[in-house]
Antibody, heavy 119, light 109 residues
Framework: QLQLQESGSRLVKPSQTLSLTCDVS??????????WIWLRQPPGKGLEWIGY???????YYNQSLKSRLSLSVDTSKNQFFLSLTSVTAADTAVYYCARGSWGSAIDSWGQGTLVTVSS | SFVLTQSPPVSVAPGQTATITCGGD??????VHWYQQKPGQAPVLVVH???DRPSGIPERFSGSTSWSTATLTINRVEVGDEADYYCQVWDRGVEHPVVFGGGTKLTVL
């Protein structure tokens, strides 16, 4: 059974870098045709797509975050990663990692992790 | 970029029917997916590809689409259905391929 689990910095100071890891278990990222997705949800607001990555390392970014965003993958550890630089309070959100494929539903989600940007 | 517009918050009594809509330009040409999100929890897929239910989702949940509107219908609403519901599509526009509606709050009276 597929499971995804986010981990990483929970409190980040303004202008610093937010880093998150998604541990994937139950299925191998390597060789899959899935999109490994990051999303976020500011407190009290809706869902926002951040970007996704394939096992090949190909990435697709939300254009509004592209200048600050980097996604990567380590298939040997069955993990994928998010790095968001120069954060502000507007980046405070619950961050989710998830699995999907183009055109299909996002069928598995991590439990989410709240990241707060504050000094 | 593609925009999905969801209906306002809805309140229904237990046992009644709740209808949530999601509008978008030619949405009928896309596959629409619906997610349920309860407070403090991750979203859960309740309808995929317009009208299919994942395993474990009650038959009370159903979806349909027309040219410009997708609809999520919840029959015989239960207290446990109270949640935010989001529609989602993939758009071939390169800039923003994953699109969510703004969400609709369902309150069960």
């Amino acid at each position: 059974q597929l499971q995804l689990q986010e981990s990483g910095s929970r409190l980040v100071k303004p202008s610093q870098t937010l880093s998150l890891t998604c541990d994937v278990s139950g299925v191998s990222i390597d060789g899959s045709s899935y999109s490994w997705i990051w999303l976020r949800q500011p407190p009290g607001k809706g869902l926002e797509w951040i970007g996704y990555i394939y096992d090949t390392g190909n990435t697709y970014y939300n254009q509004s975050l592209k200048s600050r965003l980097s996604l990567s993958v380590d298939t040997s550890k069955n993990q994928f990663f998010l790095s968001l630089t120069s954060v502000t309070a507007a980046d405070t959100a619950v961050y989710y990692c998830a699995r999907g494929s183009w055109g299909s539903a996002i069928d598995s989600w991590g439990q989410g992790t709240l990241v707060t940007v504050s000094s | 970029s593609f925009v999905l517009t969801q209906s306002p918050p809805v309140s229904v009594a237990p046992g009644q029917t709740a209808t949530i809509t999601c509008g978008g330009d030619e949405i009928g040409t896309k596959s629409v997916h619906w997610y349920q999100q309860k407070p403090g929890q991750a979203p859960v897929l309740v309808v995929h590809d317009d009208s299919d239910r994942p395993s474990g989702i009650p038959e009370r949940f159903s979806g349909s689409t027309s040219w410009s509107t997708a609809t999520l219908t919840i029959n015989r609403v239960e207290v446990g259905d109270e949640a935010d519901y989001y529609c989602q599509v993939w758009d071939r526009g390169v800039e923003h391929p994953v699109v969510f509606g703004g969400g609709t709050k369902l309150t069960v009276l």
